[in-house]
């Protein structure tokens, strides 16, 4: 299966800022060969039509950064998964660590959204990770365990593979500057194709599992060499075109 290289745009980028950010990379794109790679980018909400329309070939799949987990209604401030859909959109991410921490998103509502998402047609990121506490605690296990059985407990069958991709971000590399190291990453990914085996059986094997924590150009190779590493998900290093190309490239 071809490698998720991904970014998270958070909150950056005006739909005019998109648009220069995409044609850019665009043009990047057209000397880096694709064959094995997927190129996602989530930009925020406002953006997502301007990313699609951008976005005139099929190098790049837009996605975006959260859904809420009903079709319509009284959800004043929220976005639908029908609503991402009409924009042209097909992935969102669920459970990152700054909506689990800032907003205080339990793994209760990561899982229902992840699995709305699922049903509603979207492709899934579901983001997990412990925080330095946790770690130095020694619950990197437990934390894992219980963040991937409640975000997957009710997952739609069938499902193919591609379409659900798990994201491990370790709270303490995110935006930090500091990269978990190669043995740190092992373990975790093993962890979690190890509890994917459980949860969802033999798919596990096809599930991409990415890494993300202050990916850059200078660490991306390494970190994509790793075993059980599927992909990268890139926050800061993805603003700009050239520097989410080089790691495209890596
Ligand atoms: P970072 O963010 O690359 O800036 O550390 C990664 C993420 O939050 O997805």
Not at 153 to 168: G, H, N, Q
Not at 213 to 230: C, H, R, T, Y
Request: proline share 4%; hydrophobic share 45%.
């Amino acid at each position: 299966m071809k490698k998720i290289i991904a970014a998270n745009w958070k909150m950056f980028k005006t739909a005019e800022e998109t648009k220069q950010t995409i044609t850019e990379l665009n043009k990047l794109l057209e000397n880096i060969p694709l064959e094995k790679k997927e190129i996602l980018i989530f930009p925020p909400f406002t953006s997502l039509e301007t990313a699609v329309t951008t976005n005139n070939n099929d190098k790049i799949a837009i996605g975006a950064q959260d859904l809420y987990p009903a079709k319509e209604g009284a959800f004043t401030g929220e976005i639908s998964p029908a609503m991402i859909l009409a924009c042209g959109a097909t992935w969102v991410l669920t459970g990152h660590s700054e909506r689990r921490h800032i907003i205080k998103e339990d793994n209760a509502l990561v899982g229902q959204k992840t699995i709305f998402a699922l049903a509603s047609g979207l492709n899934v990121v579901a983001c997990i990770g412990e925080t330095l506490e946790q770690r130095e605690a020694g619950n990197l296990y437990d934390v894992l365990a219980e963040q991937l059985q409640q975000t997957l407990a009710k997952l739609p069958t069938p499902l193919s593979p591609e379409r659900l991709v798990i994201a491990y971000e370790p709270v303490w590399a995110i935006g930090t500057g500091k990269t978990a190291n190669a043995e740190d990453i092992i373990e975790a990914h093993t962890i979690i194709r190890e509890l994917l085996k459980n949860i969802i059986g033999v798919s596990a094997m096809q599930t991409r599992i990415l890494y993300g924590g202050s990916v850059k150009p200078e660490n991306a190779q390494e970190i994509l060499s790793l075993d059980n590493v599927d992909g990268l998900l890139v926050g800061g290093a993805s603003l700009k075109a050239d520097s989410f190309a080089k790691i495209i490239s890596a």
